[in-house]
């Protein structure tokens, strides 16, 4: 049986500010990651100057050395490589295993970055909720003052670019 690959792009699952490129694969046991890039800044397909095509080679270079074969044509953006191997539960076993490690290390990562933007989201709907129900028994100027100082902080979470790594020190 011929299992087949083909390189996309996602959104970094820790820093929604980067981009990698994965190398998704439809075997035997079904769809699973075969490989992945390193992460990059700049989207893949609306930014210009092809961001992370520095990181793409690498990820092509791996994947032949896993065994898979470049095909050519079928391409609908310049990073969508497509590959294709004999089967081998073993090889797909193992993608499987480093995707799942992959995916427990970021579930750490953002536990131990902790307050991050998506909290933001949360602070600023939370800011109108405490001038909807303080209002009357606090005051409207105090209310306000407070609606604001929730908004700002929720805004600048929100807005604050991080690099994960550097947060833990890697």
Same mark, same amino acid.
């Given at each position: 049986?011929i299992?087949?690959?083909e390189?996309?792009?996602?959104?970094?699952?820790?820093?929604?500010?980067?981009?990698?490129?994965?190398?998704?694969?439809?075997?035997?046991?079904?769809?699973?990651?075969?490989?992945?890039?390193?992460?990059?800044?700049?989207?893949?397909?609306? /930014?210009? !100057?092809?961001p992370?095509? =520095?990181?793409?080679?690498? +990820?092509?270079?791996?994947?032949?050395?896993?065994g #898979?074969?470049?095909?050519?044509?079928?391409?609908?953006?310049?990073?969508?490589?497509h590959?294709?191997?004999q089967?081998?539960?073993?090889?797909?076993?193992?993608?499987?295993?480093?995707?799942?490690?992959?995916?427990?290390?970021?579930?750490?990562?953002?536990?131990?970055?902790g307050?991050?933007?998506? /909290?933001? !989201?949360?602070?600023?709907? =939370?800011?109108?909720?405490? +001038?909807?129900?303080?209002?009357?028994?606090?005051? #409207?100027?105090?209310?306000?003052?407070?609606?604001?100082?929730?908004?700002?902080?929720?805004?600048?979470?929100?807005?604050?670019?991080?690099?994960?790594?550097?947060?833990?020190?890697?």
């Open positions: 049986m299992e087949t690959c390189i996309l792009w996602e959104q970094d699952t820790v820093d929604p500010g980067r981009y990698c490129f994965v190398a998704r694969s439809i075997g035997t046991g079904g769809i699973y990651l075969a490989d992945r890039s390193a992460t990059f800044k700049g989207h893949p397909v609306y /930014d210009q !100057g092809y992370g095509s =520095s990181e793409l080679q690498p +990820l092509v270079k791996r994947l032949v050395a896993e #898979w074969q470049p095909l050519s044509g079928g391409r609908s953006n310049w990073f969508n490589h590959f294709q191997r089967a081998d539960s073993a090889r797909e076993q193992k993608s499987i295993m480093r995707e799942q490690q992959y995916n427990e290390e970021a579930r750490e990562k953002r536990r131990q970055i307050l991050h933007h998506r /909290d933001g !989201g949360a602070l600023i709907a =939370s800011s109108f909720v405490v +001038l909807l129900l303080f209002a009357s028994s606090i005051g #409207w100027i105090l209310a306000f003052m407070i609606f604001i100082a929730i908004l700002v902080l929720g805004i600048a979470i929100y807005n604050k670019p991080y690099d994960p790594y550097k947060t833990l020190g890697k």
